[in-house]
């Protein structure tokens, strides 16, 4: 149930590991796209494995569980879970979609639940279910959280690095565990274990990505290169080098959602998060710095026109929930500043108020006195600095997700500012005086 990045992706890849799947999406106009031979979200490799399976009948569409259940004996529930205001996730779809798999249910089947919900939910949702199936039909609920990647959901659906099970029954563990491609490491555990290692997991990232922002906000008062400190951080096996990219922060639909979701999880269990609550309060300022250090750069942002390369949260997706360049570009708006926005993905609509949406990256790129890339793509790593300098009307660049490479685009006359790449170093002076340390003349009312 539920044919969003998750819900489609495990149907084209269930189907395409042989299973026979009927994809419930309640929004008529998604449902449309599907019936009509499309995918309503941008995911590389998902529109081909979607004709393929419904090709060769392996794959079915339904508008709700009560028609498209027919005899199955998995239902798995791939619903939003979008944040509520407190922190904690709205479970309403889910609460919702339960209360129509137990209407629906003939016989007795199993539900896994692959949305991301707080610990606890499975056994309420096993409760919902009982109160509304009939007599005799028995739905026993799983928890198996989903830890793909958007823009690269097939991939990882179907060399996922672990498979994690929690049920109260062995059986069923084996039953769901059943479903995944079969060299998947599986975890097994209880319901509560297997909702919490979705949180627990997203948190860790998020820390990583924060802790990385801290290094480069470091290395950018130091006058050195975060990526150098982080290769050599990295380089240690036991911390490892993936998610260690500094940037304007981590966004998407799952891990500001899911670090909330963590600490207010803490909050109702009586427990300290410190760790999440410090990678949260980082990924804010790592976000808020952009637009404050290309005001510094520019003297001010009020009435200067910027042009924004990328809108959507990461490389490759349509998807803008939480996206830190939005939040920049509502930064510069806010500070007076007039911006047009390039994404060759997100959609129209999710273009932010009081920014003008344009077709390509030299449009806005043309006549602007400062460019701000927000999205690490390769259409933008392979724009010509030269070029870029020749339409530009001024010459600052604000690289904020690595993009480009700072030698030739400050040889091409521009000028590059980065988060934690070190340049210009001047911007940001040394703040301690190491040789005074050294040397043993510390004087502390300096600091
Ligand atoms: N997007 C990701 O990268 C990702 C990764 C891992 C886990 N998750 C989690 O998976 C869940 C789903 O995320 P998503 O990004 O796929 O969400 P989404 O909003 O893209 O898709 C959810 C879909 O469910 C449909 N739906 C809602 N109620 C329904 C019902 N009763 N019957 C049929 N369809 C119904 C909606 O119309 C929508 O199309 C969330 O809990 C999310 O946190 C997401």
């Given at each position: 149930m539920g044919a969003g990045y998750v819900g489609l992706t495990a149907a084209a890849c269930l189907a395409h590991l042989g299973h026979s799947v009927t994809c419930v999406e309640a929004n008529p106009d998604r449902l449309d796209v599907l019936r009509g031979g499309g995918i309503p979200i941008h995911e590389p490799g998902l529109g081909e494995l979607v004709s393929e399976q419904v090709a060769n009948g392996r794959l079915r569409w339904a508008a709700d569980v009560a028609s498209g259940l027919g005899d199955a004996q998995i239902v798995l529930l791939c619903v939003g879970t979008p944040p509520a205001s407190s922190g904690q996730p709205d479970l309403n779809q889910l609460a919702e979609a339960a209360r129509q798999v137990g209407r629906a249910a003939t016989q007795s089947l199993v539900v896994v639940v692959k949305s991301t919900v707080p610990p606890g939910s499975c056994e309420a949702i096993e409760l919902i279910c009982a109160e509304e199936a009939g007599l005799g039909v028995t739905i026993r609920v799983a928890s198996s959280p989903e830890f793909l990647r958007e823009s690269r959901a097939v991939e990882d659906f179907l060399s996922p690095d672990r498979v994690v099970v929690g049920a109260s029954d062995p059986e069923v563990i084996d039953l769901v565990a059943s479903l995944y491609p079969p060299a998947s490491p599986v975890v097994r555990c209880d319901r509560r274990g297997a909702e919490l290692v979705k949180y627990a997991a997203n948190t860790f990232l998020a820390i990583k990505i924060s802790f990385a922002n801290e290094v480069a906000q470091l290395c950018d008062a130091l006058g050195t290169n975060a990526l150098d400190v982080l290769d050599g951080v990295g380089a240690d096996n036991r911390i490892g080098r993936q998610f260690l990219n500094p940037g304007p922060g981590y966004g998407g639909s799952c891990l500001p959602k899911d670090v909330s979701g963590f600490i207010a999880l803490g909050r109702s269990a009586g427990t300290r998060t410190s760790l999440a609550l410090a990678a949260q309060e980082q990924n804010l300022h790592s976000r808020k710095r952009?637009?404050?250090?290309?005001?510094?750069?520019?003297?001010?942002?009020?009435?200067?026109?910027?042009?924004?390369?990328?809108?959507?949260?990461?490389?490759?997706?349509?998807?803008?929930?939480?996206?830190?360049?939005?939040?920049?570009?509502?930064?510069?708006?806010?500070?007076?500043?007039?911006?047009?926005?390039?994404?060759?993905?997100?959609?129209?609509?999710?273009?932010?108020?009081?920014?003008?949406?344009?077709?390509?990256?030299?449009e806005v790129i043309d006549g602007a006195d400062a460019v701000v890339i927000g999205v690490d793509s390769e259409e933008y790593r392979s724009l010509d600095p030269v070029k870029v300098a020749e339409v530009m009307s001024g010459d600052v660049v604000f690289d904020a997700s690595g993009a480009c490479d700072l030698v030739s685009w400050g040889r091409a006359g521009l000028t590059v500012y980065s988060v934690g790449r070190g340049t210009p170093s001047t911007f940001y002076p040394v703040v301690w005086p190491p040789l005074c340390w050294t040397v043993g003349m510390l004087d502390e009312s300096v600091y």
């Open positions: 952009i637009a404050a250090r290309l005001g510094e750069a520019l003297g001010t942002l009020t009435g200067k026109r910027i042009g924004l390369l990328g809108l959507a949260f990461k490389e490759g997706t349509d998807d803008v929930r939480d996206s830190p360049s939005v939040q920049i570009a509502e930064d510069l708006v806010a500070s007076g500043a007039t911006v047009s926005a390039y994404d060759p993905l997100a959609p129209r609509t999710s273009t932010p108020s009081g920014v003008r949406r344009l077709m390509s990256s030299f």
